[in-house]
């Protein structure tokens, strides 16, 4: 009987005018947020939307697929007709899960593009188990606030549902703020415990941000049995013992049991998960450190194209930052510029270079051009307190740009976007009328990336969209 019911169900769902056009939309949008975070770290971008913030929206959905058949009064017909309430409140959630399995099915393109490039990190291998939790969790709980609502609108179960949902993934931020600065423990700490998503994040061992994780998550795992079998169980009870058709039929004990049951899930996860963050948390990804990342001005190196001119916002740690990411796997030609402290008035007498790359990245100068000597010099003339640093401490107003031919090469990225690769830079040179050679020295960065991620994103991220918009106007044909 609950799989007949289950499948009338399904059909019944995805019968609706609009069903197979919105999750179209839906799937296009995650397809396009997968596309366009490929222009940096994928997993950190597209990974909270999609394996986070998207399946807690399951909350306000239950709600309002449990809430519906007593806004369009079928639940009537359940008090009438031969099929068990239990048996047809069963069937319901097992729809709702089977939207669930559907939605991380959906996931599955983008990450075969994904692991196609890249090996699978530990935080990705950690979101693939962490978003079957937040699902189940979320039907579990948007079931009994769909339940908690008798009226002719879903208005109430769906607007409580985006509340709940909104406070739960507020708590996962501020759970990462607090762990960070060692309050994890404290009552505010422990408060975003509430949470579901920071429950399992705090059981499976990892975090976004936060250096520490739980000592231990015996209790958490615990919290999360609790927190999603009660709200079930709860649900299950009130609907099928605590309601009739259209009005409340609890006694009052009943109504002080129900209320004391919901104030259970939220506080036996307060009280009684672990908050314990003594152990480092292990590392996410395999990134190198980059120093200064975000440190844009006060450099003396740049990288360019071929030929082209000197960057406008230059010089900062990562050399390409305001330019397209080189491709990974594969030789690009750059031209570094070496902003040297020479006054143009003064003729360059020495120059070598030697340049380091890290974490899979080779980089080779043009023999050619350092073959005299001296590279090829261009005189630029900058603005007011802007240019390179003399030894006596002014800042030049015309000096030398040392251009070199580089290539490079990184290999082995860690993302299909967003690869900072270590690459460090010293350049010793002597003018006329200097003692002794002086060196220049940068612990730079140079950003790349899958140069087809983008591309094969949006391809992986389409097909199941395109799927849906033909079963939409199929539907739309049929029924016009």
């Known amino acids: 009987m609950i799989g007949t019911l289950y499948r009338e169900e399904l059909h019944a769902t995805m019968r609706g005018q609009f069903a197979w056009l919105g999750a179209g939309v839906v799937l296009l949008a995650l397809g396009g947020v997968a596309a366009a975070a490929t222009q940096d770290t994928w997993v950190d971008g597209y990974g909270i939307i999609a394996y986070f913030l998207v399946p807690l929206a399951f909350i306000p959905l ?36 089977t939207l669930a399995a559907a939605y991380y099915v959906a996931l599955l393109p983008m990450l075969a593009v994904y692991l196609h490039h890249v090996a699978m990190p530990l935080l990705l291998r950690k979101f693939l188990v962490w978003t079957p939790g937040i699902l189940i969790a979320s039907v579990a709980i948007g079931t009994l606030v769909g339940v908690l609502f008798i009226g002719r609108s879903i208005a109430a179960p769906a607007a409580t549902g985006m509340g709940v949902l909104l406070a739960y993934a507020a708590l996962v931020p501020l759970q990462e703020l607090m762990v960070a600065r060692g309050n994890g423990a404290t009552r505010i700490g422990r408060l975003a415990l509430l949470s579901p998503a920071v429950l399992l994040k705090n059981a499976l061992g990892f975090t976004l941000v936060a250096g520490t994780i739980p000592t231990a998550t015996a209790l958490t795992w615990t919290s999360v049995a609790i927190v999603v079998g009660g709200a079930l169980v709860l649900a299950a009870w009130t609907f099928l013992r605590l309601q009739g058709v259209e009005t409340w039929e609890a006694t009052r004990r009943q109504g002080w049991a129900l209320a004391a049951g919901i104030a259970a899930l939220s506080v036996v996860p307060v009280a009684f998960a672990d908050h314990d963050y003594d152990v480092a948390a292990p590392r996410v990804n395999t990134a ?39 491709a990974t796997d594969r030789d690009t030609q750059q031209d570094l510029l070496i902003l040297l402290p020479v006054d143009t008035s003064r003729a360059l007498t020495q120059f070598s270079l030697r340049l380091d790359g890290q974490s899979g990245l ?32 002014r800042h030049l107003r015309n000096g030398w740009i040392a251009r070199v031919p580089v290539t490079l090469h990184p290999a082995g990225p ?30 730079t960065a140079v950003n790349a990336q899958v140069a087809s991620g983008l591309y094969e994103m949006a391809a992986a991220g389409s097909l199941l969209p395109l799927c849906c918009f033909g079963a939409a106007l199929v539907r739309w044909r049929r029924t016009r």
């Open 62 to 97: 239950a709600a309002g697929v449990v809430a519906s058949p007593r806004a369009n009064r079928f639940v009537e017909s359940l008090f009438t007709a031969p099929v068990e309430r239990g048996h047809w409140f069963a069937a319901k959630i097992l729809v709702v899960l």
């Open 288 to 326: 190198p450190a980059i120093p200064a990342l975000f440190a844009r001005g006060n450099g003396s190196f740049a990288l360019t194209d071929a030929g082209a001119p000197m960057p406008v916002r230059c010089c900062g740690t990562i050399l390409n930052r305001d330019a397209t990411p080189i």
């Open 362 to 393: 080779s980089v080779v100068a043009d023999a050619r051009a350092l073959f005299s000597g001296i590279p090829p010099l261009e005189a630029h003339d900058y603005d007011n307190d802007v240019g390179p640093v003399a030894p006596d401490g």
């Open 414 to 443: 860690w993302d299909i976007g967003g690869n900072r690769y270590p690459l460090t830079i010293a350049a010793t040179y002597a003018a006329a009328g200097d003692a002794m050679p002086r060196t220049l020295t940068a612990r």
